[in-house]
């Protein structure tokens, strides 16, 4: 897996490859954290079906995007994508629909999620893991009066990997749904 660097004037530098074995480790400790933290907590189905987790990713194609889809899997959890293209109301059919809790994205998407949420659209979400960049303390305060709480992405990856007891990753049958 690739990622291009992004430099100090804007443009892009050379790739900077993972190996399967960076990926792998990266994707079990992301798990670990979303376990231990809550992130994708389990819900009831729809008309007496079955319990189903859901992870909420809103940002564009990135190494980040992926690895999170990966240790979703791990968790049971199935993704569920947001777009540019999408309009609140959109977004917020799609979250009230799976009333999931966290939405993993880009530092850009922090300002539309808390502008859900002051629309009063959202109200499941209690969660916002951020690929990168800094949360000013103004954003984080705003984020935090709508009931948010802001993660970083590389933190909940550092609580994975420290956390040295073993987590129980939910059992998978034939029969769970993706």
Known sequence: MGTRVK???GSFGEYEWKSFKQVSEETDALAKGMTLL???PSIEGEEGGPQMRFTGIWSKNRE???IT???SMKCNSTVVGFY???SDKAVDYII???QFTTIFGSAAYLAK???LKKQSMGTSITNVVLFDGSVSEEA???ATEQGLTVHMYQDVVKQGREHTEPVEFPELGPEDLY
Do not use: F, I, T
Request: charge should be negative; aromatic fraction near 4%.
């Open 96 to 98: 009230k629909q799976c």
């Open 7 to 9: 430099l100090a004037d």
């Open 38 to 40: 809550d992130l994708c």
């Open 113 to 115: 999620v808390v502008n």
């Open 84 to 86: 540019d293209a999408m």
């Open 140 to 142: 984080r305060a705003e």
């Open 69 to 71: 889809e990966l240790a």
């Open 64 to 66: 980040e995007w992926h």
